[in-house]
DNA sequence: ACATTAATTATGT
DNA sequence: ACATAATTAATGT
């Protein structure tokens, strides 16, 4: 029968096809892929919809499939820091791995996004039973927390100007999606959120941008952001 | 060198 | 028409 308790709701069947090419799984066979996917819960998230909140109960964790997240902390005073994104075929809420049992930030949908997820008690399962998938797994948080300290050590020494060229950058290469005359952020993006992302405000962003704009480096309409010459933006990046 | 405040304009439903 | 995004200028630290 295909109805199956874990899965909420009308979303269409799970192939295996989802999993295969994706690096955690890549290394399983079929009827292992079909088994993780029956226990996996599917679901699909608006733009801006928080799929767990920080300091929350690690219960679950997940896989993007499709769409983008970003993590974003509160700091003390209650301005939101966005600390990385996330582009789909990663994991995310792999607190397990850190050894907590909290989420250690709030995962927020930047675009529509669609995500799997299983219930944390099969975590140590996966990681034992499963070829691979303990090795990718640690290689992206290892990855992750390489790219947060980079970002620290940038706040530290690096102006803003720079901080923001940095920024959009790393977007541009990680989400980045190349268009006819250049290379565009593929999910919405605001002034708002690149000054999250980059410990500034919404007006020096806007600045910024109104600035490379003229200068032919960026072209931007609302709540998109393309890169016509990265070069010259790398040369901001470095001062 | 950058933030803050405030006023103004543009854009999407 | 309304809410949200973006720009711009003036002023502050």
Partial sequence: ??????????????????????????????????????????????????????????????????????????????????ALHIPSGQLLGIARALGRDTYPATAVTASESLALSWPVHLWDKFIAEYEGFATETYKTVGQRLEEVHGKVMEMATQQVEQRVANALLRLVNQTGRKVDD????????????????????????????SGWEKAGLVASKRKRIKVLDPHALVLRAQG
């Fill in 1 to 82: 029968m295909t109805m199956n308790a874990t899965t909420h709701g009308t979303l269409p069947r799970l192939d295996e096809s989802l999993l295969t090419h994706l690096p955690p799984f890549s290394k399983l066979e079929r009827r292992q892929i079909r088994t993780i996917l029956d226990q996996a819960t599917s679901r699909r998230y608006d733009a801006g919809t928080a799929i767990f909140r920080e300091g929350a109960p690690a219960e679950r964790f997940y896989m993007l499939l499709d769409g983008y997240v970003r993590v974003v902390r509160i700091s003390p005073t209650g301005e939101q820091v966005t």
């Fill in 182 to 209: 250049g290379i565009e952020i593929d999910f919405p993006i605001t002034r708002q959120d690149l000054s999250e992302l980059t410990a500034t405000t919404l007006h020096t962003v806007s600045r910024l941008l």
